[in-house]
């Protein structure tokens, strides 16, 4: 692992090598890109596309493999957990508490994180995207403001077919799930962005340029993950079926990436 990821606490390590061992029997990782060494140091926010309860474990594997070990931004009920919660918050991971009066608190929480140097990964969309065709739904505006207060890069990251290891109503069914990912392995894809997000050429209120900005953040994982899709533009060739239906929060895409 890289020095960054060296100085992080020794239970995110183990919990890093874990994912990494623990995903074999289920899917055959792929991670491609890279993030640039001259960002590794710090601060820098790593902004994913969500669509499986599963993604989780598998960005933690493909972290390990790029040799980076990020803060987590993660939902509070999983620090509530006996045992995950202990492990989460000895880890340094950043709680969010979503529905909630203390949802505020996790931004100036990942801004002192950043400010200190750390990297961060979070999920802008804020839950599991319902976009009918699997592609990012519009983001909420925390990222960009973490980004603006911390003086952050944000740099995109896209991961693939995991849905075929953990659909969307898990833990309902999960012992089937997990039996059919065995017997099939699938293959799921990392991979991170190329080059940071420009952000440098918004303009505007604080609030308008928070909204400009999260259009482009989310340009940029829809425009990371099209090269995870070559051929499945439109449906993906796996459609989780248990999905729910919701096109409220569906984003124009770029046409360059269509």
């Not at 289920?26 to 994913?48: D, M, T």
């Not at 898990?170 to 039996?179: A, M």
């Not at 940029?220 to 090269?227: K, M, N, R």
Request: net charge positive; hydrophobic share 45%; aromatic share 4%.
């Amino acid at each position: 692992m890289g020095k960054d990821a060296q100085r992080a606490p020794f239970v995110w390590r183990f919990m890093l090598l874990l994912a990494r061992v623990g995903i074999v029997p289920l899917c055959r990782l792929r991670v491609s890109g890279r993030v640039p060494e001259s960002l590794r140091g710090g601060p820098l926010i790593l902004a994913a596309n969500h669509i499986s309860p599963f993604d989780p474990v598998v960005m933690t594997a493909a972290c390990h493999k790029a040799g980076i070990a990020p803060k987590f931004m993660a939902t509070g009920g999983i620090f509530d957990a006996p045992v995950a919660g202990a492990a989460m918050r000895a880890a340094g991971h950043i709680r969010v508490d979503r529905n909630t009066a203390h949802v505020a608190d996790a931004l100036p929480a990942a801004v002192e994180a950043l400010r200190g140097g750390a990297m961060v990964l979070v999920y802008p969309e804020g839950r599991i995207g319902l976009d009918p065709w699997m592609w990012p739904e519009r983001g909420k505006t925390g990222v960009a403001r973490m980004a603006a207060a911390a003086g952050a890069p944000v740099l995109p990251v896209a991961q693939w077919n995991t849905h075929t290891v953990l659909p969307y109503t898990t833990p309902v069914g999960i012992g089937r799930s997990l039996l059919r990912a065995v017997r099939r392995r699938p293959v799921v894809h990392v991979r991170f962005g190329d080059h940071p997000v420009d952000l440098s050429q918004v303009t505007g209120t604080p609030g308008a340029r928070a909204m400009k900005s999260t259009r482009l953040i989310m340009d940029g994982i829809d425009e990371t993950l099209a090269a995870l899709r070559p051929g499945e533009m439109q449906l993906p060739h796996e459609v989780d079926h248990t999905r729910a239906v919701d096109n409220s929060r569906i984003r124009p895409r770029n046409p360059t990436t269509a």
